[in-house]
């Protein structure tokens, strides 16, 4: 198989926060990184904001 060249890597980042507002994190991750954010779970009722995005 032979790769695409219009591969797209992707790259994430969490957001050093406690606790996670879905509408603030996807608004910080599309003006930081013009992608993606959404809320993550790290426990019970414990959300971190991850970005994934492009990082070509």
Avoid: E
């Avoid at 060249?5 to 994190?25: H, M």
């Amino acid at each position: 198989m032979v790769p695409s060249s219009d591969a797209v890597n992707t790259c994430q980042v969490v957001r050093n926060s406690n606790g996670c507002d879905l509408a603030s994190c996807r608004q910080w991750c599309f003006k930081v990184y013009h992608a993606n954010g959404f809320c993550y779970a790290t426990g019970f009722a414990s959300y971190r904001c991850v970005c994934i995005y492009n990082c070509n």
